[in-house]
């Protein structure tokens, strides 16, 4: 029985990491807001199937957002993009936004990060 019941609880424990891990993604900004890493995806301009969520590390300049492939090697959102537009103010805790250069790139970032308001001030008036 104790060892039934150390099993149902190490199974608990895992699923709570698991949910945990899952709401909580790797986020960080420099000390000056100028570099960061998030999440990004791919999207289709013609309304067909968004990319996958990947790490993303990113630069900002003064109107220019500069991304590059993160840990996972995703070489497909490296690029400069303006940013667009605020697409959703809080999904699920985060902030996302479209960037638009040479592909259409969406990128997430929680909303409590500093990185919110430097990219609120590059959206177009």
């Not at 900002?60 to 959102?77: K, Y």
């Amino acid at each position: 029985m104790a060892n039934f019941i150390t099993s149902v609880l190490f199974v608990a424990v895992l699923v709570a990491l698991v949910r945990w891990g899952r709401r909580h993604e790797p986020h960080w900004v420099d000390r000056d807001g100028s570099r960061f890493i998030a999440r990004a995806r791919l999207l289709d301009a013609r309304g067909g199937r968004p990319g996958r969520w990947a790490p993303v590390r990113g630069g900002i300049g003064r109107d220019a957002v500069v991304l590059r492939s993160g840990f996972t090697g995703t070489r497909a959102v490296a690029g400069i993009y303006g940013v667009e537009a605020k697409v959703a103010d809080d999904h699920d805790g985060h902030a996302v936004y479209s960037l638009r250069g040479e592909k259409l790139v969406a990128l997430r970032i929680p909303v409590r990060s500093p990185l919110v308001a430097r990219l609120d001030e590059m959206l177009p008036r």
